[in-house]
């Protein structure tokens, strides 16, 4: 029997214009691949995308009044402080006439990645709740995978918890979206065997998601079909699939490569060998996230991360060397928000970046219940909702005044270059700007080499 379903990707929260910025390329991949197979199979299928991937120009109205969404506490349990948060996406309203624009539809199915957003998603499932009282609706993602019992208060009929297993191979439809995206997502491998300690990825091992030919079919399928030029790999650990990834990079130069690719989800840096960069270069690989964590040892140690900072150094540097566009194409992820990190920590690993030659991404940090950084918190953010709990409102900061110096560092520590940041730190608190100034004259010593000890 023909069932009409109607998909939603609810919209998203930001504190501020970095955070904009993340989302900027957040395509519901799992959710399209999911209406693709129902349309496959014959289902009457609606899909109502509320995101908005923004580029610079919209970056600007992205924190305009009417776009505020609600008002959260900023820092731990003990600040007073608090922090507006916008709705990058579609209004509400956008949702109702759409949905009123259509036929009743028998079952709706909601999307949820990340679960400090899960309000826009509540809100979403209550809206069509209220419009259609008699359809099915069914939420999943990450955020109810994760938390299934908070999800539930949506009131959804099903809270569907893990991988949809038939969809995961599905080359997603891009016809059923509304315009052609810029950017188009692919995967090759799933999961994740590490446990660092602000990760939520609890998947032992590394599974190939699809045939390597086959993912290469259809990217260019939809090169073809819709003038995609450029493909983002979406696997949170690509380079624990370097076989999976070697045979996809092969097949790419044997067909010759037509399009554009980035590796953002993070680069395993020890795992990233000459061959595979080159390779990588040779299939039309031009940007990547190299995940630098910390400079600091304990720090590392903290995250159980399994590589030391030469190795992301190195990593970069090598590539920098090969001709890559490493300072504007190589986000170099850093952990910052940690309560009690040291100075040492922030600066020294921004400038460690910027010595490899790398693009500095501070990420603030965004405790989940369920992994260690949480619990390593767990004092001061007792009591805090999820939706408290983005890392860009500081929720483990202990004082209004250290949250204010945080924006600034934050701020700081995005600068792509030395100087400008430079500028901006000028009227730090003295410790801050001595030890700023200290790792700043470390970097201006010269640039890393592939294999200088650090
Ligand atoms: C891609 C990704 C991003 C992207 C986009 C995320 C998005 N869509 O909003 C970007 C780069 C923006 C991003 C950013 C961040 N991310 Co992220 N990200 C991911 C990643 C690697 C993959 C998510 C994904 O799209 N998977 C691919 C598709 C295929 O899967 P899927 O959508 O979940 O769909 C499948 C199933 O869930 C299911 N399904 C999905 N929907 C539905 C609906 C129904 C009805 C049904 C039946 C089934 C179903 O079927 C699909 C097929 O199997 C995950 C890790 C992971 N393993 O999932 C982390 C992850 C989601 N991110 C995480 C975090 C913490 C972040 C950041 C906060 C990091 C930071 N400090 O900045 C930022 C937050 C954003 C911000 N602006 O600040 C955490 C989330 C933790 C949490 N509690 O929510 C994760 C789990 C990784 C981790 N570190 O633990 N991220
Ligand atoms: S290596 Fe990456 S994906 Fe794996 S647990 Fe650590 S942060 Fe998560």
């Given at each position: 029997?023909?069932?009409?379903?109607?998909?939603?990707?609810?919209?998203?929260?930001?504190?501020?214009?970095?955070?904009?910025?993340?989302?900027?390329?957040?395509?519901?991949?799992?959710?399209?691949?999911?209406?693709?197979?129902?349309?496959?199979?014959?289902?009457?299928?609606?899909?109502?995308?509320?995101?908005?991937?923004?580029?610079?120009?919209?970056?600007?109205?992205?924190?305009?009044?009417?776009?505020?969404?609600?008002?959260?506490?900023?820092?731990?349990?003990?600040?007073?402080?608090?922090?507006?948060?916008?709705?990058?996406?579609?209004?509400?309203?956008?949702?109702?006439?759409?949905?009123?624009?259509?036929?009743?539809?028998?079952?709706?199915?909601?999307?949820?990645?990340?679960?400090?957003?899960?309000?826009?998603?509540?809100?979403?499932?209550?809206?069509?709740?209220?419009?259609?009282?008699?359809?099915?609706?069914?939420?999943?993602?990450?955020?109810?995978?994760?938390?299934?019992?908070?999800?539930?208060?949506?009131?959804?009929?099903?809270?569907?918890?893990?991988?949809?297993?038939?969809?995961?191979?599905?080359?997603?439809?891009?016809?059923?979206?509304?315009?052609?995206?810029?950017?188009?997502?692919?995967?090759?491998?799933?999961?994740?065997?590490?446990?660092?300690?602000?990760?939520?990825?609890?998947?032992?091992?590394?599974?190939?998601?699809?045939?390597?030919?086959?993912?290469?079919?259809?990217?260019?399928?939809?090169?073809?079909?819709?003038?995609?030029?450029?493909?983002?790999?979406?696997?949170?650990?690509?380079?624990?699939?370097?076989?999976?990834?070697?045979?996809?990079?092969?097949?790419?130069?044997?067909r010759g490569p037509a399009v554009e690719m980035k590796f953002e989800m993070g680069v395993q840096p020890d795992r990233l060998t000459?061959?595979?960069?080159?390779?990588?270069?040779?299939?039309?690989?031009?940007?990547?996230?190299?995940?630098?964590?910390?400079?600091?040892?304990?720090?590392?140690?903290?995250?159980?991360?399994?590589?030391?900072?030469?190795?992301?150094?190195?990593?970069?540097?090598?590539?920098?060397?090969?001709?890559?566009?490493?300072?504007?194409?190589?986000?170099?992820?850093?952990?910052?928000?940690?309560?009690?990190?040291?100075?040492?920590?922030?600066?020294?690993?921004?400038?460690?970046?910027?010595?490899?030659?790398?693009?500095?991404?501070?990420?603030?940090?965004?405790?989940?219940?369920?992994?260690?950084?949480?619990?390593?918190?767990?004092?001061?953010?007792?009591?805090?909702?999820?939706?408290?709990?983005?890392?860009?409102?500081?929720?483990?900061?202990?004082?209004?005044?250290?949250?204010?110096?945080?924006?600034?560092?934050?701020?700081?520590?995005?600068?792509?270059?030395?100087?400008?940041?430079?500028?901006?730190?000028?009227?730090?608190?003295?410790?801050?700007?001595?030890?700023?100034?200290?790792?700043?004259?470390?970097?201006?010593?010269?640039?890393?080499?592939?294999?200088?000890?650090?």
């Amino acid at each position: 029997m023909t069932r009409r379903i109607v998909f939603v990707n609810p919209p998203v929260l930001a504190a501020d214009r970095h955070q904009v910025d993340l989302y900027a390329e957040a395509l519901p991949f799992g959710l399209l691949q999911i209406a693709t197979l129902h349309a496959a199979r014959g289902d009457d299928v609606r899909f109502l995308d509320m995101m908005e991937y923004l580029d610079e120009e919209g970056f600007e109205g992205a924190l305009a009044p009417e776009r505020r969404w609600t008002t959260k506490p900023a820092g731990d349990i003990h600040c007073r402080g608090r922090r507006d948060l916008y709705r990058v996406g579609k209004p509400l309203s956008w949702l109702r006439e759409r949905l009123s624009e259509g036929p009743a539809p028998d079952e709706i199915a909601v999307t949820s990645c990340i679960s400090f957003n899960y309000e826009t998603t509540h809100a979403v499932v209550r809206t069509c709740r209220e419009m259609f009282p008699r359809a099915r609706i069914r939420l999943g993602g990450f955020y109810p995978s994760a938390y299934p019992e908070h999800a539930a208060r949506c009131g959804a009929d099903e809270v569907f918890v893990g991988r949809h297993r038939e969809a995961d191979a599905v080359c997603p439809a891009l016809e059923l979206l509304d315009g052609t995206p810029k950017v188009w997502l692919f995967r090759l491998v799933h999961g994740c065997r590490y446990r660092c300690s602000f990760c939520m990825n609890r998947v032992e091992r590394t599974e190939e998601v699809a045939d390597p030919a086959r993912v290469v079919d259809d990217l260019l399928a939809v090169a073809r079909r819709h003038g995609v030029r450029t493909f983002s790999n979406w696997d949170p650990n690509v380079m624990l699939g370097a076989r999976v990834l070697e045979r996809f990079l092969d097949i790419v130069i044997a067909r010759g490569p037509a399009v554009e690719m980035k590796f953002e989800m993070g680069v395993q840096p020890d795992r990233l060998t000459a061959s595979i960069a080159l390779k990588m270069k040779r299939a039309g690989v031009t940007a990547m996230t190299i995940p630098f964590e910390s400079s600091e040892p304990e720090m590392r140690k903290r995250f159980g991360k399994p590589y030391d900072i030469r190795k992301a150094m190195d990593a970069v540097a090598m590539c920098r060397d090969m001709g890559f566009d490493t300072a504007s194409r190589f986000h170099c992820t850093f952990v910052i928000g940690v309560r009690g990190e040291s100075l040492r920590h922030v600066f020294r690993t921004y400038f460690a970046v910027l010595k490899a030659g790398g693009r500095p991404t501070p990420f603030p940090l965004s405790p989940a219940p369920g992994t260690r950084e949480y619990r390593l918190h767990e004092p001061v953010l007792r009591g805090k909702d999820l939706s408290e709990l983005n890392g860009h409102l500081w929720p483990t900061l202990e004082s209004d005044e250290k949250v204010a110096l945080y924006d600034r560092l934050f701020r700081i520590v995005s600068e792509p270059d030395a100087h400008r940041a430079a500028a901006l730190a000028a009227d730090l608190p003295p410790d801050a700007r001595e030890e700023f100034d200290r790792q700043m004259a470390w970097c201006l010593q010269g640039p890393h080499q592939v294999g200088d000890p650090v």
